[in-house]
């Protein structure tokens, strides 16, 4: 199943200059341990893809994928919040190579 309408929405709600991006302690750990930045996952959400809308402590979280800037593949959990022009950050993975 695609998500494309949650794909533009998120896209959109990430390319407002008025957005504010809160990182879970957790996206932060796992940013640090894949070598990823704030901007690489702001940039991915700006230009992403979803795979999958998912119940998460009873807030609709989405799996957002893209690409760094050196073509890596990463994933970011996120809860968007619309109303309030704000992104949660719940986690962050970079997409193991297939063996």
Known sequence: MAFEHEAARLRRLAQNREVVFVYRPHAEREMKNDGLYKIDVENMLRRCSVANVE???????????????????????????????????????????KK
């Open 55 to 97: 119940d998460s402590d009873g807030e609709e979280a989405w799996r957002a994928y893209g690409s760094d800037g050196d073509g890596r593949k990463f994933f970011a959990i996120v809860v968007p919040y619309e109303d309030d022009i704000e992104i949660k950050v719940i986690t962050v993975f970079v997409e193991k190579a």
